[in-house]
């Protein structure tokens, strides 16, 4: 049984920092990645990293976070990591973990850790 549990996420103001983790049990997967869903709309792709072959690996960005947002994995870990930097208000939004197959294919999702960043 695949489960996924965030953790990181909480208050911040705006210009500051969070890193949110996602430790994945069950099984292992090619894909690691992070959406969002703020009030009121629908949940978007945040950020994906899938292995491409051997220890090669493809990272992808919304438009929205590219140059503020940097996803990592520790594969011995099984984890996933957004690191979040110059938050901005709109970034505020139930953050959700996701793996799978693809970088924009995902099958599995946690329950969501919730980014608030304050003006």
């Known amino acids: 049984q695949v489960q996924l549990v965030e953790s990181g996420g909480g208050l911040v103001q705006a210009g500051g920092s969070l890193r949110l983790a996602c430790v994945a049990s069950?099984?292992?997967?090619?894909?690691m990645g992070w959406f969002r869903q703020a009030p009121g709309k629908e949940r978007e792709f945040v950020s994906g990293?899938?292995?491409?072959?051997?220890?090669?690996?493809?990272?992808d960005y919304a438009d929205s976070v590219k140059g503020r947002f940097t996803i990592s994995r520790d594969n011995a870990r099984n984890t996933v990591y957004l690191q979040m930097n110059s938050l901005k208000p709109e970034d505020t939004a139930v953050y959700y973990c996701?793996?799978?197959?693809?970088?924009?294919?995902?099958?599995?999702w946690g329950q969501g850790t919730q980014v608030t960043v304050s003006s």
């Open positions: 990293i899938s292995r491409t072959g051997g220890s090669t690996y493809d990272a």
């Open positions: 069950g099984r292992t997967f090619s894909t």
């Open positions: 996701a793996v799978g197959r693809g970088i924009r294919d995902y099958d599995y």
